[in-house]
Nanobody, 120 residues
Framework: VRLVESGGGLVQPGGSLRLSCAAS????????MSWYRQAPGKERDLVAV????????DYADSVLGRFAISRDNAKNTVHLQMNSLKPEDTALYYC??????????????WGQGTQVTVSS
């Protein structure tokens, strides 16, 4: 099982980045996909989650209206479009896969993370 994130980097406030996560080794369409982030000294927080069909998404209040999560089940990828970035968005961003289709076990997989730094 692999989740490989890409697309992080250094961006100025107000800028945009698009994160991608390439999944392999499991049945992608059985898993809800999420992006989490963790800033230094803080807990890992949920940023956005998309359902297995890609038809419904939820967001943390702090990113609502600025970020958009999407998935492509044909390519086993999930993306996070981040616009109007702020310095407080600086964090290590992780891709997460959580099985939601029976049967159990409902496994959780994590990527290694991609760094996003918002600074002038």
């Amino acid at each position: 099982v692999r989740l490989v994130e890409s697309g992080g980097g250094l961006v100025q406030p107000g800028g945009s980045l698009r994160l991608s996560c390439a999944a392999s080794g499991f049945t992608f369409s059985y898993y809800a996909m999420s992006w989490y982030r963790q800033a230094p000294g803080k807990e890992r927080d949920l940023v956005a989650v998309v359902n297995i069909a890609g038809s419904n998404a939820d967001y943390a209040d702090s990113v609502l209206g600025r970020f958009a999560i999407s998935r492509d089940n044909a390519k086993n990828t999930v993306h996070l479009q981040m616009n109007s970035l702020k310095p407080e968005d600086t964090a290590l961003y992780y891709c997460n896969a959580r099985r939601v289709v029976p049967p159990a076990p409902y496994r959780d997989y994590w990527g290694q993370g991609t760094q996003v730094t918002v600074s002038s």
